[in-house]
């Protein structure tokens, strides 16, 4: 748990000073708000993520996901996974590029922080997030699920239907970013949530099948293409 934790925050503090140090701005100003929000975040989501884990076979690395813990069979999981990722995070810079001329102007362009801030942002997003909506919320949701349904083993469907809950919470979250940038009208509007949704639901079967490490690792190829390839192709 602590080394869960503390990745989380290693990973978010790189990206909060690749963010400011392009803003000009310095991250003094702001670590400790910064250290106390994301603690009080992460913390229970690693807490419920072992605990909870523990009784659904779910964790770090997917226990009974046929890899049985060995380096090759995670090796593969991650590699699966990353590959989903580039492969769904091609076809959404594509419909980005696609959908452009209906957005509004006030979004910001794909590869607007530049490679170095574009993969910053990446790792933040992959390993905090994951914790806190797939390792923590969708532990939570399993949970109660077996406590409601009061069964030893949850069906496949109440694991699909916690995936796509966990998803929208997930897609909800990216709203207000669009609204800090004034660009919140319907069509983007929907476009991010849909966009969200979709991801949200390949980390969420990765983190269910494989594990949160290959969950992070397709989250990770998603960004990659969307924040670092984005910025040196545009």
Not at 19 to 45: E, H, K, N
Not at 59 to 75: D, E, K, P, T, Y
Not at 127 to 150: H, P, Q
Not at 173 to 191: K, M
């Amino acid at each position: 748990m602590a080394g869960i934790y503390l990745a989380v925050m290693a990973a978010q503090f790189i990206s909060l000073a690749f963010g400011r140090l392009d803003a000009g701005q310095s991250l003094a100003s702001i670590a400790l708000p910064s250290f106390v929000f994301l603690t009080l975040l992460t913390l229970p989501a690693c807490w419920v993520g072992v605990v909870a884990g523990r009784q659904l076979g779910l964790g770090i690395l997917r226990s009974g996901a046929g890899s049985g813990g060995s380096a090759g069979g995670v090796g593969r999981g991650i590699a699966l996974a990353s590959g989903l990722g580039l492969l769904l995070g091609g076809v959404l810079l594509a419909l980005r590029f696609a959908c452009q001329p209906y957005l509004p102007p006030e979004l910001p362009e794909l590869g607007f922080r530049g490679v170095g801030g574009g993969l910053a942002v990446s790792v933040g997003a992959a390993v905090g997030e994951e914790v806190w909506f797939r390792f923590g919320l969708m532990s939570a949701l399993l949970w109660v699920a077996g406590r409601v349904l009061r069964v030893g083993a949850l069906r496949d469907a109440v694991f699909w239907l916690v995936i796509v809950l966990a998803s929208m919470g997930f897609a909800l979250a990216h709203l207000p970013q669009l609204v800090s940038y004034g660009a919140s009208a319907p069509f983007a509007v929907g476009a991010t949530i849909a966009g969200n949704v979709a991801v949200g639901i390949l980390y969420g079967w990765c983190f269910w099948r494989l594990g949160l490490l290959a969950a992070i690792a397709a989250h990770f190829s998603v960004d990659l293409v969307l924040h670092v390839i984005s910025a040196l192709i545009v």
